[in-house]
C-alpha cells in the first residue's frame, strides 16, 4: 500500500484539490512527533480563503480518513496523521519479504524505450578518470530505468571521427611498427600522435599529410578504413578492461563515424526547412531567437561538426528505436553544445526535442589536483581502479585475515568504493577523488554499506530456518527499527525521483542512511539472543535491509559480498 496515496484520496473527498495533487502535498515531518505524514494546509488556503490553521481544524473535524489512521492533530498550518504502526510495519515488511529484490520496481516503463548515451569514450585516447562519471551514472540509470519497466538502450557514442586519425595514420605508416603498436594498444597511438605534432613542426608538408589520409577515411578508402579500424579495436580492447572491471555492458557502439553516411539527410533536410544559412563559406543554423550562437553545421571545406553528427545520430536514433526519452550522460562543459543542437531539433520540426536531455555533470579532481593532460596530471581509470583494490586488499587482510576469498571481496570493496564515491554527490557538483574518503569503512563510502549488508548477511546465516510467514511485526513498532522500517517505505520514492530526475546520488545517500539506521538498530538491540517472538521479527528487519542494500547497491552498479 503506497500510505501518502490513501490518506490523499481520503482527503480529497473534503479539499478542492484533486488526491494527486494532494499527495505531493502530503510531507513526512522530520520529527516523528509531529505524525507520520503531515499536510500542509498554505496552498489550500488560497483555493478556500481561509487561514491555513482553520483549514487544518476543520479538516481534522471532518474525519473520514482511512483505517490505518491512529488519529491526527493539528499544529499550526499543518494536519499530522498518526498511522497505527503494527499495521505500517506488517504492510511495508510484508511487501519486502514478499517481493524481495524487486521491492520498489514498477511496470511504469512498459512498452517505452530510453537511449542513454553514456561514457562515449575517444578512439586512440587511454580511458581516464574524466570519463568516469558518465560512464557510472550511465550505468546507474540504465539499471534505473530498467528496474522501472523501461526498455533501455545503451550507446557508447564514440569519438571515432576527426581530422586527428588522419594524422594518427600518417604517423603510423612513417614510423609505426605493427607488432608494437599491438602490444603497445592505445599508448603506442598517443605516441604516434605526439610524434607527429613533434615532427609536424619541422616538416609542415606533414599536415597536408594527415588531411589527406583523413579524407581517405571519409571517402572509404579500404587501406585508410583497416587501418582506422585497427586503431578502434586497439582501444576498445583497453576500455573494454575496465568495463569488464566495473561490470558495464553497452547494446551499441555506433559512434560519430557510424553517421558518416547519414549526414547528407541532415543537411539535405535543414536545406530544404530553410533552416541552413551561408556565413564565410561556412554553413550555420542561427539561434538568435534562443539567444544562443548560431550552430556550426557545415565547415568551410564541407566538413561535418561534431553537433552535425549528434543532430544525424537523435534522428537516427529515433527512427530506429523510437524513444520515448534520449538521455546524453556528458560533462556540462558541453552545456552550449547541447543546447544548441536540441534548438536545432526544435527548427527541424520534430516535437521529439522535448525528449532530448542533457544529464549533466561536474569535473573531477584528484587529490585536490586539477587533471590536465599537458601538466602531467592523468589518472588512468585502469590505475585506479587496480590501485583501489590494492587498497582494499590491504585493509581485508588487516581487519578480517581469516576471510575465504578474499581477492574477491577486495574486487568488489575497491571497485564498488570508485564508483559509490562518484555516484554519491549531486552529479553537477564538482568531484575531488581522495583515497581515504573513498576507502573509509567508517564513512558514507561503500565498504560502510557493503560491511553493513555482510553483517546482515552473518546475522542470518547464524541464525539458520526462520519462518516469513510467522512474524510479529507489532515488535518493531518503534525506536530504532521503526526508524529502518521508515527508510524502507521510502526507497520506492527515492527511485521515482532519481528518476525524474536523473540523479542516482538519491539512490547512494538513501542506502547510506538505511545502512546507518540498521547499525543503530543493532547495537542496540540483540537479535540472536533475544526470545523467540523478538528474534523473528528482527531477522524479518535484518532481511529486508539485506534485501534492501542488495538491490540498491546494484542498482548504482556495486557489488554486495556477502562476508567481508
Ligand atoms: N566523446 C565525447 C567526449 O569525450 C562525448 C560524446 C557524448 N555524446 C554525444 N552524443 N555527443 O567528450
Redesign the pocket.
Known sequence: MNFKEVIATALSENCPLSAPEIEELLEVPPNPEMGDYALPCFALAKHLRKAPPLIAQELAEKGGFPEFVDHVETAGGYLNFFVDKSFYVAEILGRVLEEGARYGSTRQGEGKTVCI?YS???IAKRFHIG?LSTTVIGNALKHLYTFLGYRVVGIN?L?DWGTQFGKMIAAYLRWGDKAQVEAGGVDALSQLYVRFHEEAEKDPALEEEGRMWFKKIEDGDETALSIFNWFKELTLKDAQRVYDMLGITFDSYAGESFYNDKMDRVIDELKAKELLVESQGAYIVPLDEYNLPPCLILKRDGATL?ATR?IA?ALYRKDTYDFDKCL?V?AYQ?NLHFSQWFRVVEKMGYPWYKDLEHVAFGMISYEGQTLSTRKGVVVYLDELLERSVEKALAIIEEKSPDLDDKEEVARQVGIGSVVFMSLFNNRIKDIDFWWDRALNFDGETAPYVQYTHARCCSVLRKAGEWDKGEVDYGRLCDGEALEVVRLIEAFPGVLQEACQRNEPSLITRHVVNVAQAYNKFYYEHRILQSEPGEKQARLALTWSVKTLIASALGLIGVAAPERM
Do not use: K
Open positions: 548515451d562515449s569514450i575517444n570519463h557514442h569519438g561534431y549528434d545520430a546524453y556528458v558541453q
